[in-house]
């Protein structure tokens, strides 16, 4: 990756001089309108300007406002001239209601424009709440970007404040080195959806007869945009820098004040966020879902992809931010969430920051990085590099890193280890030394650790792991582990239940930040948990499954199989193969599943409850349907009950587990953590609920969310008038908006929300407040 960055940087253009345009009185509002008339004086609605060239054309000053009107569409670029000041921003922004204005870059009246919205040489501006798009047909290589802020000449720009922006279907370059249609070399450090470049090369390494030697960045803001379905990088902030081989902060200056915060990067082609040249920058709270897989047909050279990093910058930090489902870019081109590339220095921090399903693992310590040290801690990994190779690895080309306290999950397998660039060269005991890894959770199925690496305090799950002095090999007993879910607190399932073995037994680590992934605090001195979260045991999951190995078989075919590998509960069933065999199941609750198979060698099967024929249910099937719900029962009286099924006909009668209902008050231990927001309280009122009691909520975006172990879940709640809608969500995906109105009698202890015939297995119900006086929760079913 280091070699991709510094040829990117041989392949930058220097930038354009800025023309002469009118300068108008400073603290004034100009309104843009599409049926606006560039005549009029642009300082009223009815009098506003209509077209991006007038607005190109003249200079604005500090205070000033260009307001867009809402559902408005520009073609062109938007490149206004002027600056503002240090607490008096020109503001770039939207007025009416509607849909965000639109600025489409448009290359088709224009061959040389590069960017829709373009500031260059300019200080202290605000551009927000605008669409910005740069759509093309084909892969046609020109150099695209949405925003492109430029500094082409010697100085300090301060204060651009880039905000609250959707950057949608930006055409950029996505190849790593391919040929434009001017026959030059261009690749994705050119262009991105959102740019920042600084031509400073005070080394004058491009040997330019009047080099830019001081010009750099001051109060740098990019934050709660929405990057999508764009083909090149997402946010990109770069510079001309030297050849890899030289000291790049020879006479370089770097911006500062750099905040990346917020952002939403989604489908798109390339790396979701690269800083370079900055000092201490700040990469905050920013998710990034889908990289690397847009637009790769017809796409040649699309390599070299990672998710979030930073080079030739100095002690950047990464924290709370979200990578997921980068795309397999093959054998050794990355595709890793995190990296520690090339001229960094100082210190390189990764805390609290949530990765998941990326085909490269999780991160990679760049060979010519020159960094001291890489931090990585209290991060949570969950099937990074599942399904291929590379597994969740950490492949670290330098020495000086320190991992610890991070929740390693997958069902893949873990690496630590080294392989530089060169394959052809091995890495010696230099590049291994003072490399660290204590109190981590590694759970796998296969582990290869360099043996070069000092560990001291894992716990290693599915393999044994490399030599430890205090290793435990045991199972961590997460709550409940969510693999694939997006958002940052689908990590909750990976806190530790009373009995973990991680609990309290790692080694204190006196520079630990502070805190873990969840904010609790942790100590300089006590032992800590292993692993990312520090807090005390959390409850666990209430569970309504049984596997077949505790159901009662009458008959003498019954048989057992396990590891067949197609899906069943606990990878085992058992089988009967004599018609008359049979299954039964004593519990206790008001209803039942039955989980079995459905195939073509199955048949029919009678099903009594209490001794009672309810009904013949047909399991054949045209193919194998692995832990199905073959029947379901409910409404039976609460009480004991007696589940028997026998086999009637087919080759067999396959039976994987029962499934029965559980009620959870919403006062349970399982349930008090899922409140989130300003939660009421009320017991006692004598209608009916279950329990006798209820939490409500009455702000709008309250929620709770719920953790279980099963095959559906119910909310129970109440229907009454003062009840409205709310938005349900089972393993973070949108379900339904419910409404629990009603105009009649207050309804206690309703079922307002059921999702039956999920895999049996760890899920999550989530609810969140759209309308009403209150939401209330009385508790939950789980099947």
């Given at each position: 990756m280091a070699t991709r960055i510094m040829l990117a940087a041989l392949l930058l253009l220097s930038g354009l001089s800025l023309p002469v345009s009118p300068v108008l009185a400073s603290s004034?509002?100009?309104?843009?309108?599409?049926?606006?008339?560039?005549?009029?004086?642009?300082?009223?609605?009815?009098?506003?300007?209509?077209?991006l060239g007038k607005i190109n054309g003249t200079t604005f000053g500090p205070g000033d406002r260009i307001l867009f009107k809402s559902g408005g569409v520009w073609t062109g670029q938007l490149w206004p001239k002027g600056s503002g000041a240090a607490g008096n921003p020109v503001v770039i922004d939207r007025y009416g209601s509607g849909a965000a204005p639109v600025i489409a870059g448009d290359r088709s009246t224009d061959a040389s424009l590069s960017a829709a919205v373009k500031l260059e040489n300019q200080s202290y501006w605000t551009v927000q709440n605008l669409k910005i798009t740069f759509p093309a047909a084909g892969n046609d290589n020109w150099k695209r970007s949405g925003v492109y802020v430029h500094a082409s000449q010697n100085g300090t720009y301060g204060g651009i404040h880039l905000l609250n922006l959707e950057v949608a279907d930006v055409k950029s370059i996505s190849c790593?080195?391919?040929t434009d249609g001017n026959g030059q070399t261009v690749g994705a450090f050119n262009n991105a959806a959102i740019y920042v470049m600084t031509e400073e090369d005070p080394n004058n390494f491009h040997q330019s007869p009047s080099p830019v030697t001081n010009a750099r960045f001051d109060d740098?803001?990019?934050?709660?945009?929405?990057?999508?379905?764009?083909?090149?990088?997402?946010?990109?902030?770069?510079?001309?820098?030297?050849?890899?081989?030289?000291?790049?902060?020879a006479n370089f200056h770097y911006s500062?004040?750099?905040?990346?915060?917020?952002?939403?990067?989604?489908?798109?082609?390339?790396?979701?966020?690269?800083?370079?040249?900055?000092?201490?920058?700040?990469?905050?709270?920013?998710?990034?879902?889908?990289?690397?897989?847009?637009?790769?047909?017809?796409?040649?050279?699309?390599?070299?992809?990672?998710?979030?990093?930073?080079?030739?910058?100095?002690n950047p930090l990464f924290q709370y931010n979200e990578v997921a489902r980068i795309a397999d870019m093959g054998p050794g081109q990355d595709g890793e969430a995190w990296d520690n590339d090339w001229g960094n220095t100082g210190t390189v921090t990764y805390q609290y920051n949530y990765s998941h399903d990326n085909a490269g693992g999780i991160i990679l310590q760049q060979e010519n990085t020159r960094s001291d040290w890489l931090v990585f801690r209290y991060n949570v990994s969950v099937n990074?590099?599942?399904?291929?190779?590379?597994?969740?690895?950490?492949?670290?080309?330098?020495?000086?890193?320190?991992?610890?306290?991070?929740?390693?999950?997958?069902?893949?397998?873990?690496?630590?280890?080294?392989?530089?660039?060169?394959?052809?060269?091995?890495?010696?005991?230099?590049?291994?030394?003072?490399?660290?890894?204590?109190?981590?959770?590694?759970?796998?199925?296969?582990?290869?650790?360099?043996?070069?690496?000092?560990?001291?305090?894992?716990?290693?799950?599915?393999?044994?792991?490399?030599?430890?002095?205090?290793?435990?090999?045991?199972?961590p007993q997460f709550q409940a582990p969510f693999p694939g879910m997006d958002g940052m607190d689908a990590a909750s399932g990976f806190k530790l239940v009373a009995g973990s073995p991680a609990l309290a037994s790692g080694t204190p680590v006196s520079y630990n930040g502070g805190q873990d992934y969840w904010g609790n605090p942790v100590s300089a001195t006590a032992q800590p948990n292993r692993g990312a979260y520090n807090g005390a045991a959390v409850a666990g999951v209430v569970s309504s499954a049984v596997n077949d190995s505790g159901l009662s078989y009458t008959g003498s075919s019954w048989a057992v199989s396990s590891n067949r590998q197609v899906g069943d509960y606990m990878d085992d069933v058992h089988y009967a193969t004599q018609n008359g065999d049979s299954v039964s199941y004593a519990f206790t609750g008001d209803g039942i599943d039955l989980i079995g198979e459905m195939n073509v060698d199955q048949g029919l099967v009678d099903v009594y409850i209490d001794n009672v024929w309810v009904q013949t249910i047909d399991t054949y099937a045209a193919a194998r349907q692995a832990q199905q719900h073959v029947f379901v029962k409910r409404g039976l009286s609460p009480g004991t009950h007696t589940l028997k099924a026998v086999k009637k006909s087919g080759t067999y009668m396959t039976v994987d587990a029962v499934a029965v209902p559980k009620y959870v008050n919403d006062t349970d231990a399982t349930m008090a953590a899922g409140y989130i927001g300003a939660w009421g309280y009320s017991n006692a009122r004598g209608i009916g609920d279950y329990g006798d009691d209820v939490h409500y909520a009455s702000q709008n975006g309250d929620s709770f969310d719920y953790a279980f172990y099963g095959s559906g879940i119910e909310l129970l709640s109440e229907r009454s008038g003062d009840q409205g809608l709310a938005d349900v969500y089972v393993d973070g995906v949108f379900v339904q908006r419910i409404d629990a109105y009603t105009s009649g009698p207050r309804q206690a202890m309703q079922s307002v929300f059921s999702q039956s015939g999920l895999a049996i297995g760890y899920h999550r119900l989530k609810v969140v407040k759209a309308s009403g006086t209150y939401m209330i929760v009385d508790g939950t079913i789980v099947h």
């Open positions: 004034t509002t100009y309104y843009v309108d599409p049926a606006g008339d560039d005549a009029g004086s642009g300082t009223t609605p009815a009098t506003a300007w209509r077209t790593w080195e391919c740098l803001l990019i934050q709660n945009n929405t990057i999508r379905d764009s083909t090149g990088i997402g946010i990109l902030m770069m510079n001309r820098f030297g050849p890899i081989t030289a000291n790049p902060e500062t004040n750099v905040r990346v915060a917020g952002n939403t990067i989604r489908n798109i082609g390339r790396d979701a966020i690269v800083i370079g040249g900055a000092d201490a920058p700040l990469i905050e709270r920013n998710s990034a879902y889908d990289l690397g897989h847009i637009s790769r047909n017809g796409v040649s050279d699309q390599r070299l992809i990672a998710g979030m990093f930073a080079f030739v910058s100095r990074d590099g599942a399904g291929t190779d590379l597994g969740a690895r950490f492949l670290i080309d330098k020495p000086g890193v320190q991992a610890y306290n991070n929740t390693i999950y997958t069902t893949g397998r873990i690496q630590a280890y080294c392989q530089l660039g060169d394959p052809s060269v091995v890495c010696g005991s230099a590049l291994k030394q003072n490399v660290y890894f204590w109190n981590n959770l590694f759970v796998g199925s296969q582990g290869n650790f360099d043996s070069g690496y000092s560990y001291d305090y894992n716990l290693f799950h599915g393999f044994s792991g490399p030599a430890d002095a205090h290793k435990l090999n045991a199972n």
